[in-house]
């Protein structure tokens, strides 16, 4: 198993499109083709015309550190999604991160418990689920109450 810690991500940008509507001035943020952030201008309040910011994974203890604000610039959006992306990557799952699991157990989704329970209940079944993610032999969302067996 890859130590994900340890392993370097290119985190790329697209702009957000909802509802078939592109929006302007909003990204999300991408790494490994999961979203992991979400950038954009702030368009009223105080804060109108700054930049802000939203780290997507993590759970529990995680989710409670501070995943979102905002920032002067779109680049100092992005370095934020980025510091928290691997501050997730360094810290333990049990604590809401991702230290250890594969890129297709981040969302936090009914698939991804799904496949944290294999790992751990059937290690090789959960091999082969992942391998038929990444080469699309199986969907990620297959409806409620899917599962892999």
């Known amino acids: 198993m890859t130590n994900l810690s340890r392993k370097t991500y290119l985190l790329t940008f697209a ?40 780290f997507l994974l993590g759970h529990l ?19 934020q999604v980025k510091f928290w992306f691997q501050e997730y990557l360094e810290t333990p799952s049990l604590h809401g991160g991702g230290l250890g699991l594969e890129p297709e157990e981040w969302p936090p989704d009914e698939r991804s418990m799904q496949l944290r329970i ?26 409620a109450g899917a599962n892999f067996s």
């Open 61 to 79: 203890d995680f989710r409670y550190r501070g995943v979102d604000g905002d920032a002067a610039t779109k680049q100092e959006a992005a370095q």
């Open 118 to 143: 294999l790992r751990v209940s059937d290690p090789d079944l959960h091999t082969k689920v992942i391998e038929g993610l990444r080469t699309g032999i199986i969907e990620r969302h297959l409806g």
């Open 15 to 54: 702009q957000t499109v909802i509802g078939g509507e592109t929006l302007r001035h909003d990204f999300v943020v991408m790494a490994d083709g999961v979203i992991i952030g979400r950038i954009k201008v702030i368009a009223k309040g105080p804060n109108e015309g700054r930049w802000g910011w939203s």
